[in-house]
């Protein structure tokens, strides 16, 4: 059987760290904004049913002309203060039995990675992208750096995948708490979660000088080009 999925992409936020006045997920890359990456990987993925989007109501305008000629049914729901509070409004409006969750600042996302979190739904109820750390990492103390130990160390990316009535439990349980994240939200409720390898490619754009390292993946040699 092939495993259908919702798609949930959180763009509810301000983007203040990339500075500038617009936020970032609306700015282009790569010739198109940012948002319509991460939109497409999951428009053009059959097993994709429906893509729900969190946005800030200001930049409804914007959002609505990224997802236009979107070809899958498109839900725009109004996100909230915190990233948390956005995906808790995104998940309301998903119909499907399973959902990843999506930063659109992560306009990387390939279709292999998606690959791998639908095959680990099939037996957990939740399973998420990481890597492993590879520079020394160092805590600054009183009395100067103090190293920290990379052993069991992973960052971690989205989508977040989960089945939904799993995560809706948790989501419910957690009242209106704030988390980093879905993982830590579940585990939080004890909703077990695995993890498959994430990618390089697919890392936040979060500082201003992320786009030109992004717009080097999306579109290898343009970058800098006028
Ligand atoms: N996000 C959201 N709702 C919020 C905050 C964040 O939907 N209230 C989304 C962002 O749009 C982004 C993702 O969560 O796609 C990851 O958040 P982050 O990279 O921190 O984006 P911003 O919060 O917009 O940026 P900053 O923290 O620099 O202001
Ligand atoms: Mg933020």
């Known amino acids: 059987m092939i495993p ?3 798609a949930l992409i959180v763009a509810a936020g301000r983007g203040e760290r990339a500075g500038g ?6 700015r282009p890359l790569a010739g198109r904004p940012m948002l319509a990456w991460s939109l497409e990987t999951f428009a053009t ?3 994709c049913r429906e893509v729900v989007i969190a946005i800030h109501p200001d930049n409804r305008p914007l959002a609505e002309e990224i997802v236009r000629t979107t070809a899958l049914p498109v839900t725009l729901v109004e996100g909230g203060a915190t990233r948390t509070a956005s995906v808790r409004a995104g998940l309301d409006a998903v119909t499907g039995d399973r959902v990843l969750i999506h930063d659109a600042a992560r306009p990387g996302l390939s279709r292999a990675l998606v690959d791998r979190l639908l095959a680990a739904l099939e037996t957990a109820p939740g399973a998420v992208p990481v890597l492993s750390v590879a520079d020394a990492l160092v805590r600054e103390a009183a009395d100067g750096l103090a190293p920290v130990d990379r052993e069991g160390l992973f960052r971690i990316q989205t989508p977040q995948a989960f089945r939904t009535a799993a995560l809706r ?5 957690a009242g209106d708490r704030s988390f980093p994240d879905e993982t830590a939200l579940a585990r939080a409720q004890g909703l077990a979660v695995v993890t498959v390898h994430g990618e390089e490619r697919n890392f936040k754009v979060t500082y201003p000088e992320d786009f030109e390292r992004m717009e080097q993946i999306l579109a290898p040699g343009t970058a800098g080009l006028t």
Request: net charge neutral.
């Open 45 to 47: 993925d059959s097993r």
């Open 21 to 26: 006045g617009l936020a970032k997920q609306y």
């Open 169 to 173: 439990e948790a989501f419910a349980a």
């Open 4 to 6: 259908h999925y919702s």
